[in-house]
């Protein structure tokens, strides 16, 4: 792109705002999707947290993957449970 005078510069500052605006607003909009679905127990991806394990969840997504779930895996739980026992008597 040239800039032969002020109004291209102008013209080429407004375009970069209106790109950053969209950007974030693009950003919160999957921020709340992810914590969206974190809430409803889904794998968003990631180490999967100690005292957790992932099981199917019988569901596709639309790339026909099979999507899963956090589930509270009770073997490794009550390790967790210990320590914040041990942490927070």
């Known amino acids: ?3 032969d005078n002020e109004a291209d510069y102008l013209v080429n500052y407004m ?3 209106q790109a950053g605006g969209e950007s974030r607003k693009t950003s919160t909009r999957v921020k709340t999707r992810l914590r969206q679905l ?10 999967v947290p100690l005292g957790y394990a992932l099981v199917k969840s019988g569901q596709i997504n639309k790339k026909g993957k099979e999507l899963l779930k956090i589930v509270i895996n009770d073997e490794t739980a009550k390790y967790v449970r210990m320590i914040f026992e041990i942490i927070n008597p």
Do not use: C, D, I
């Open 38 to 47: 974190t809430e409803e127990g889904s794998y968003t991806g990631g180490a």
């Open 15 to 17: 375009r970069f705002w």
């Open 1 to 3: 792109q040239r800039f």
